[in-house]
């Protein structure tokens, strides 16, 4: 990690720390943004109390910290719109082969049901890709 990277980190959970976490994150970008994102995690699992929660986001505060950079961000993403791909996939292929098989209406329509949410998970990953 860089000297810039560490002040950039250091300054950045200064801010967070002292309300910044509640302001948009949406613009913000790569590694500040998930640090922003995380930083709002963690306040909510606060006010709820759920020490599990904390422990468990403040891990990966400390993780993305040590750990992001531009290209794992990019990875992330890219990671993750392949999978929501594969998903869609999948489900197309249950639609064409229950309408094939003349199953039920109602057993079509909730497979069109599924095809449609898994097409909206992608096109969010692909718009946050696109944010990156």
């Not at 961000?73 to 094939?100: H, P």
């Amino acid at each position: 990690m860089s000297v810039k990277t560490k002040i950039l980190s250091v300054a950045f959970f200064a801010i967070s720390s002292i309300g910044f976490a509640q302001s948009n994150c949406k613009d913000l970008k790569g590694c500040e943004r998930k640090l922003c994102e995380l930083n709002t995690k963690l306040e909510y699992a606060k006010q709820y109390g759920n020490q599990n929660k904390i422990r468990g986001i403040e891990n990966a505060i400390a993780q993305t910290k040590n750990n992001c950079t531009t290209k794992t961000v990019n990875n992330d993403l890219d990671k993750k719109v392949k999978e929501k791909e594969q998903k869609v996939k999948e489900r197309t292929d249950d639609l064409n082969k229950a309408i094939k098989d003349q199953e039920g209406k109602e057993k079509i329509d909730k497979k069109k049901k599924k095809l449609d949410e898994a097409k909206a998970e992608l096109n969010k990953a692909v718009t946050a890709q696109k944010t990156k």
